[in-house]
T-cell receptor, first 117, second 116 residues
């Protein structure tokens, strides 16, 4: 069974600084997808960024980028130029795209990020 | 912008009572998911529908939980009887997921259940 581990329960960063959130996962699959989701306080979960395991190039979305190390089964999220609106819970998630559980997301426990002015 | 709708947003119930949650996915999304998120943890899948069929309900406590999506559109999740340990956020998500393709899951605002 796949597992996702986020070892940083809470982190804080100053506005405009850069912060990196860690995520490791365990799977025997060779083809899969990885995601970072953001859950702001009292608001719904939204997708931040996704990475396909077969792609060597790290995904980027504006101020958000990932460091995907397939052999090490590591998938960290870097947030550059942090903004107050980045304050949220961040969840790392694994998806197996094929088979009976196609599309199911397996989430880590989350990292609570606070951006301080 | 289309959104996943859920109701109610908050529900307080006494243990042993029945409770139901409703979800209306984004129009055209064939796949619908129900997740349970205990405070301080990540969501865990309860049940997945593809149209009106259950694809995965392996983590659904079937002695007390039931889910249906009769016309392949909106869905209802029921708990009967509710237990103290059921207190959690119940999230609904939907995606446009033709078989073999992977698309983003869109989440609703959730229903926060408190069982007293």
């Amino acid at each position: 069974a796949q597992t996702v581990t986020q070892s940083q329960p809470e982190m804080s960063v100053q506005e405009a600084e850069t912060v990196t959130l860690s995520c490791t996962y365990d799977t025997s699959e060779s083809n899969y997808y990885l995601f970072w989701y953001k859950q702001p306080p009292s608001r719904q979960m939204i997708l931040v960024i996704r990475q396909e395991a077969y792609k060597q190039q790290n995904a980027t979305e504006n101020r958000f980028s990932v460091n995907f190390q397939k052999a090490a089964k590591s998938f960290s999220l870097k947030i550059s130029d942090s903004q107050l609106g980045d304050t949220a819970m961040y969840f790392c998630a694994f998806m197996r795209p094929y088979g009976g559980s196609q599309g199911n997301l397996i989430f880590g426990k989350g990292t609570k990020l606070s951006v301080k002015p | 912008e289309a959104e996943v709708a859920q109701s109610p947003r908050y529900k307080i119930t006494e243990k042993s009572q029945a409770v139901a949650f409703w979800c209306d996915p984004i129009s055209g999304h064939a796949t619908l998911y129900w997740y349970r998120q205990i405070l301080g943890q990540g969501p865990e899948l309860l049940v997945q529908f593809q149209d009106e069929s259950v694809v995965d309900d392996s983590q659904l406590p079937k002695d007390r939980f039931s889910a249906e999506r009769l016309k392949g559109v909106d869905s209802t999740l029921k708990i009967q009887p509710a237990e103290l340990g059921d207190s959690a956020m119940y999230l609904c998500a939907s995606s446009f997921t033709p078989r073999g393709m992977v698309y983003e899951q869109y989440f609703g605002p959730g229903t926060r259940l408190t069982v007293t």
